[in-house]
């Protein structure tokens, strides 16, 4: 795994890249601020950030924050040298998946890292079922709007005007909703001249 590192201590900044190392990952950086971290991570696309949160210019949870804006969300450690239940609360908030407090030992980090690895791909899954439920949604509300349509237009019964919409995506080997976007969209054809009056 490649872990862009941002902490603006050099001396910190050479032992998270040791212990990265250690663990048989690829450390990329180090970098000093949260800007740099930003444009590291935009040039490099790294797997995960390891940030410490107070940093010049930019924090680490603004700058894993502007990333995930961006589109380049990846799992985060976050590291300080504060025990401050604020800030523990605030990286949760950002999306952080693991927080650590100096010094870093190797299995905390391990760990850290794991967690946040893991945290990240249920929080990826998550999404994707959200979006899926939302597509679903949208294109049931389209099927039931064309269904609406040929009722009224054919005068059919419901189960007929459904019938009627997979028959013709069946005919035409297009997906259900496919048709019934084509009749919605062509709907003042289906209206009758009274109803357009």
């Known amino acids: 795994m490649r872990v862009l590192i941002a902490e603006d201590d ?3 900044a050479f032992a998270l890249v040791e212990r990265v190392r250690s663990l048989g990952h690829e450390p990329l950086g ?9 444009a590291e991570a935009t040039a ?7 940030f410490d949160i107070e940093m010049p210019e930019l924090d680490g949870l603004s700058a894993a924050a502007e ?13 300080t040298g504060v025990d401050d239940r604020g800030l523990i609360e605030r990286s949760v908030a950002t999306g952080a998946g693991a927080y650590l407090t100096k010094p870093i030992d190797t299995r905390e980090l391990e760990a850290a890292i794991s967690l946040a690895t893991a945290r990240h791909a249920e929080l990826q899954a998550l999404q994707a079922e959200v979006a899926q439920t939302k ?22 019964p419901e189960p007929d005007a459904f019938r ?11 997906r259900l909703v496919d048709v019934a976007r084509a009749i919605v969209e062509q709907q003042d ?3 009758s001249p009274a109803a357009k009056k």
């Not at 990333?67 to 590291?79: E, K, M, Q, S, T």
């Not at 597509?135 to 059919?156: F, Y």
Request: no cysteine; charged share 25%; aromatic share 2%.
């Open 189 to 191: 054809i289906l209206e």
């Open 44 to 50: 490099t696309r790294p797997d995960l950030y390891l």
């Open 135 to 156: 597509q679903t949604l949208e294109e049931r509300k389209v099927i039931e709007r064309a269904k609406g349509l040929l009722m009224k237009a054919l005068g059919l």
């Open 10 to 12: 050099p001396v910190i």
């Open 67 to 79: 990333l995930a804006a961006r589109g380049l969300g990846r799992p985060v450690v976050v590291i």
């Open 164 to 174: 009627r919409l997979q028959l013709a995506a069946r005919e035409r080997n297009l």
């Open 30 to 38: 180090p970098v000093g601020d949260g800007a740099q971290a930003v």
